[in-house]
């Protein structure tokens, strides 16, 4: 008698089965860097002050290089969703030896340049001291970091969430108790907190590695790299590098444009842009879920058919609504968050007041930054990457005419207009980078995403 094949899970189920996991993954790295600067804070502000630049180097090549990740999730999701298994494994084995490779090179680069990169961003003194005590043992878990973010695209793309979900909670939990036992009780102050996060790094990319090579081996794949495969993630992340770039001048240059606005302006914008990092958290675990499932159905489809295509586009439009839907939600929170606890996160009623306004304009464009998210996660996810990195420069291109003509403005005003004028250039400035910047975006994408050329 034949055994009856076990249902397949609604789709509504499989995008919850894995995005809720990589939601859980991506929080747990920012709970990791706040774990390192509450037990290093204890020992002074130099010293916290010399950790929040060589963690901000750190994390900055660490941020350049997500495409480790972005590439390996479609490349794999797609062999695997067409029953390509040996394929599939390829492709991680190939991720994984990029992400070593580029770790390395630039972990030793970095070595050699870490006192000039640092005091170029200002450091001098005792803070360039603790600077480079945090950043130089720091590099010895880059290659580590490199290696769980290809090796977490590469399980994403085996459409498994839970086990980086593990690997990342286990290793916060065990940052937090090695730091302090490095830093207190055995004395190594600064760089005890580095040793600890490295150490750390390491152990959780050899225990997600693990998972990709016992699956070389099962299927007899090989463990060398193969030069089409290393070409392929470099075209691609290439591609990906340009949007990442793109992106972070985006925020270099809003930062820029409030600094000139005043302390108070710059306060709130910093609480400001953390909570909607929090809430980028959220967006983008659906983004991933995304990337994986878009990428495996365009493996399991025969899109030469319009029924294989049909079945890709009714996929992405079921992902288009989910998302909306969570924008609307984190929507609602802003304003919430923002008049009724904005106290908690600062004493100052001015910068408290500059928050709550600036979550209403944030609320506003969730939505819009919800449909941004999740084409970004469909068209990586189909690796229309190419096109993904010629959008990023164009909105940079509109997005820089808006910050320009706003500083100029401001800084055209003299003293006593531009303490007037404050929190209107602070509401404009967020308007500009929530729903003009966001709304370029969204342009680009929604043109892409309807043509469907990126099926294929």
Request: net charge positive.
């Amino acid at each position: 008698m034949s055994k009856t094949p076990e249902p397949r899970p609604s789709l509504n189920r499989q995008i919850l089965a894995l995005a809720v996991p990589a939601f859980g993954a991506l929080i747990a790295e920012p709970l990791l860097v706040l774990a390192d600067s509450a037990i290093v804070g204890h020992l002074g502000s130099l010293q916290l002050a010399g950790l929040t630049l060589g963690s901000t180097v750190a994390h900055t090549v660490v941020g350049l290089m997500i495409f480790l990740a972005y590439s390996t999730t479609p490349a794999v999701a797609r062999a695997f969703g067409a029953g390509d298994a040996s394929g599939a494994y390829r492709a991680a084995r190939n991720g994984l030896w990029v992400a070593l490779g580029l770790g390395v090179l630039i972990a030793a680069g970095l070595a050699v340049g870490a006192r000039g990169v640092l005091t170029a961003l200002g450091a001098q003194g005792d803070v360039l001291t603790y600077g480079l005590a945090y950043l130089l043992p720091s590099l010895v878990g880059l290659p580590g970091m490199l290696l769980v973010l290809a090796a977490t695209g590469a399980l994403r793309g085996f459409q498994d969430t839970k086990t980086p979900l593990y690997v990342a909670t286990g290793g916060a939990a065990v940052n937090v108790v090695l730091s302090w036992v490095l830093v207190y009780p055995v004395g190594l102050g600064v760089a005890g907190s580095a040793i600890a996060t490295a150490a750390v790094q390491w152990g959780m990319a050899l225990m997600l590695s693990a998972r990709v090579v016992v699956g070389v081996r099962t299927h007899a794949v090989g463990f060398a790299p193969d030069s089409p495969g290393l070409a392929a993630v470099f075209k691609v992340g290439s591609w990906l590098m340009l949007r990442a770039v793109s992106m972070r001048i985006a925020l270099l240059a809003t930062v820029f444009v409030v600094t000139a606005q005043g302390p108070a302006n710059l306060a709130a914008y910093q609480l400001t842009l953390s909570f909607f990092n929090l809430l980028a958290f959220a967006l983008d675990a659906l983004a991933i879920a995304a990337q994986a499932l878009l990428g495996k159905e365009m493996g399991a489809q025969n899109l030469a058919t319009p029924a294989g295509k049909g079945a890709v586009v009714q996929l992405k439009n079921r992902l288009v609504r989910w998302s909306l839907g969570f924008g609307l939600l984190t929507a609602l929170i802003c304003p919430a968050l923002g008049f009724g606890l904005a106290w908690i996160f600062t004493p100052d009623p001015e910068v408290q007041r500059l928050f709550a306004l600036s979550l209403l304009v944030l609320g506003v464009g969730q939505p819009l930054a919800a449909y941004v998210f999740i084409l970004d996660g469909v068209l990586i996810g189909a690796a229309d990457v190419r096109y993904l990195g010629m959008a990023a420069l164009c909105t940079l291109a509109v997005y820089t005419p808006v910050l320009v003509g706003l500083h100029l403005w401001f800084a055209g005003q003299d003293a006593g207009a531009q303490v007037q004028l404050a929190t209107l250039a602070y509401l404009l400035l967020w308007c500009a980078y929530a729903l003009w910047y966001m709304g370029a975006r969204a342009l680009t994408l929604w043109w892409r995403a309807r043509s469907g050329v990126w099926i294929r």
